[in-house]
């Protein structure tokens, strides 16, 4: 199987960039009196200027070169050698004769220049954006044309790379933007700009897309996954529709939605739903959804790691989590929220969490917290125990529908073959929010093995919960201890797994020392 872990990792560090990118654009040279009289701001300003558009592109272009080697092998190299030389000359022949985009020049923000004309950064932009549109017009192509032949992608990979410039340029070329990567010496009808411009990159792309595929001697493949072509779309079109919002110009962003990011979206969905061997519509998360969870687990991931930074934690036998497949991950409770973060830290899978949400204090903060738990893929539920609590934000009835849409949507991503991490111990130890609630109550509660078992049934295949153990130590340590899977099949007795989990659980010594554990946690709380 294909891993495109770095790849996603590089893309983060991308978008951390574009983010940059746009603080110091609509932030930073808007409101000079933010930051002028800090050194540190004046210090991080002179670099934003220096490196900030040059970072961008060369992180998007690392991206799509590694997604393109796991995904196309040396065939991403042709691609690459092809279409940034294409371009290149694109580019020199149009800066010195207005000919194929219009009479333009580029200045110093985007990196040395090639010739003392172009960037070395503007091919690399447009390997980026011309191979993720191509990937996305195959899918497009495949999923809603039943047909993935050059004659049609081509044309389709074009037209959304041309929208990408229809919503760049007119912001980039704005009177009022104070930041400019090129200059216009004539005027267009479009936003200021001239429509041949349009024209010299429809060809260009067409001509770097046609060689590849003639040299390639063959289509580009339907079957690559369209996610992480689809993030570096989005997040360029995302990049200049903000840049316009900035300068005013609406109508771009509007073109943008409607002619760019709607086909890219269209391109990971499937027409049809999958059925199963009844012939039952099979619920599936899409492309999109699994992208933008995919992102959120690396951030959180990533922030996990970076808050517990000085704090000693490891995993021991945390390879018994199986890679692939179904599985419920089913911990100790012992820290409202340093347990998640050690999780998030050290699993080596992408995990949801099946999430409570019965503790928060007001609506504004249930709607934050859903919308959140949404993005990231997390099913959430309000815990049986607190339906009937005084000042819950949920009334009993959407509590209960809560409780019952959060199950099954964690019944449907077990069914996808995905891993959820749920706390069957259903309160922490420490819990600022709902206190007490375990300090006299030490049960296990059936919701995992209820999951598995249900799975089960439905897969027609064992189920694994993976038992997770947490091991909290004085120096402020957390170790996260793997046991052995308990494999649930439809014909097993859910009392007896019951009682397995509990008793894998409940083997570290924790109980024994509940003051040590509150003592160690509600200093690291403080």
Known sequence: MRNYRIAWFVFFCYVMALGFGLGGIAIALRRPELWAHLELGRKIYAFGMHWGGVGYIVLGALAMLLYGWQALGRRVLWFFLISTTLSLAAELIGTSTGWPFGNYSYTAGLGPKILDRVPFTIPLSWFTVGLASWILATQLSKRWLRTTAAWITIPIGVWLLVVWDLVLDPAMAHETMQARFWVWHQTGSYFGMPLINFVGWALTGAAFLTVTRLIWRSDMPSTLPAGL????YAANMLFASVLCIVVGLWPPVIIAAVLGLIPATLALLAKERPRDDSGQTVSSVTDTDHVVERAAWLVLRFLSRLTLRGRHYSGENLDMIPMQGPVIVAAQHIHHLDDGRALLALLPRHVRFLVALDWVPSHRWRRVMETLCHLAGWPVIVRPRELMRP???????????????????ALRRL?????????????????????????????????????????????????????????YGSDRSIKVVAEAPILVSSTDDPSKLHDQLTVKLQRSSYEEHNSRFAQVLERTAE
């Open 229 to 232: 072509p689809f993030a570096v």
């Open 391 to 409: 000042n819950l934000v949920y009334d009993p009835l959407q509590g209960r529908t809560q409780l019952f849409a959060g199950l099954r949507e």
């Open 415 to 471: 069914r996808t073959g995905q891993a959820i991490v749920i706390f069957p111990e259903g309160y922490p130890l420490i819990d600022p929010h709902l206190p007490d609630r375990r300090l006299n109550n030490s049960q296990v509660y059936n919701g995992a093995v209820w999951l598995a078992h249900r799975a089960a049934r439905t897969l027609g295949q064992p189920v694994p919960i993976l038992p997770i153990r947490l091991q």
